[in-house]
């Protein structure tokens, strides 16, 4: 399991950016698929990216052409670039590994809002 830490969170009107970074303090990250999460109030924990470990990435289509993940494996972080943001993506954030089981953390709010 990883130990992250987010960061970037926040408040961004419609329309705008933000972008978020996980920095995981465990071993063994540049193998691991790594994805973003969210979970919005009344609403299910959902996946929003994912990126393995030669940067190969996927969006769910609700994100698709407006966020970006990336990696960058000497410094343990994944990065979520988020931008055209919609109310509808304010969400608490996590960073998390991809398949199997998870422990969850407090994750980072994301508000979206004029």
């Known amino acids: 399991q990883v130990h992250v830490v987010e960061s970037g969170g926040g408040l961004a009107q419609p329309g705008g950016s933000l972008q978020l970074s996980c920095v995981d303090s465990?071993?063994?990250?540049?193998?691991?698929?790594m994805g973003w999460y969210r979970q919005a109030p009344g609403k299910e924990r959902e996946l929003v990216a994912h990126?393995?470990?030669?940067?190969?990435?996927g969006y769910e289509d609700f994100v698709k052409g407006r966020f970006t993940i990336s990696r960058d494996n000497a410094k343990n972080a994944i990065y979520l670039q988020m931008n055209q943001l919609e109310v509808e993506d304010t969400a608490v954030y996590y960073c998390?590994?991809?398949?199997?089981?998870?422990?969850w953390g407090q994750g980072i709010q994301v508000t979206v809002s004029s």
């Open positions: 990126i393995n470990g030669a940067s190969r990435v």
């Open positions: 998390n590994t991809i398949g199997g089981r998870k422990s």
């Open positions: 465990g071993g063994g990250f540049s193998s691991l698929i």
